[in-house]
């Protein structure tokens, strides 16, 4: 069964930076999107970043310039690099993968577990 695995989150002062790493494990033989969302205190969780299996990247407009996607398919990994970061980047910061399972040849749709921002001096 595919599971992912979030990673990198912190404390960082604002104009910081952070790189947040999302490794899916299990059999996964096709990689159409992997997503980073965020979810900020009493806020509704929102679409930050998305690379496609054709590495077209997709931004929200909060982050464009100072946020960068990017996926090794070597190691299934996909990443979020953070700078410059600002308080209101604060956030529960969540991967979404949507993946075709080796071992079924079934689309495969989720979550990591989530990992916290916090961006404050």
């Known amino acids: 069964q595919v599971q992912l695995v979030e990673s990198g989150g912190g404390l960082v002062q604002p104009g910081g930076s952070l790189r947040l790493s999302c490794a899916a494990s299990?059999?996964?033989?096709?990689?159409?999107?992997m997503t980073w969302y965020r979810q900020p205190p009493w806020k509704q969780r929102e679409l930050v970043a998305r690379?496609?299996?054709?590495?077209?990247?997709y931004y929200v407009d909060s982050v464009k310039g100072r946020f960068t996607i990017s996926r090794d398919n070597a190691k299934i990994t996909v990443y979020l690099q953070m700078n410059s970061l600002k308080p209101e980047d604060t956030a529960v910061y969540y991967c979404?993968?949507?993946?075709?399972?080796?071992?079924?040849?079934?689309?495969?749709?989720?979550w990591g577990q989530g990992t916290q921002v916090t961006v404050s001096s």
């Open positions: 299990g059999k996964i033989s096709m990689i159409y999107t």
């Open positions: 979404n993968a949507d993946v075709i399972e080796g071992s079924s040849g079934s689309r495969w749709i989720g």
């Open positions: 690379i496609t299996s054709g590495n077209s990247t």
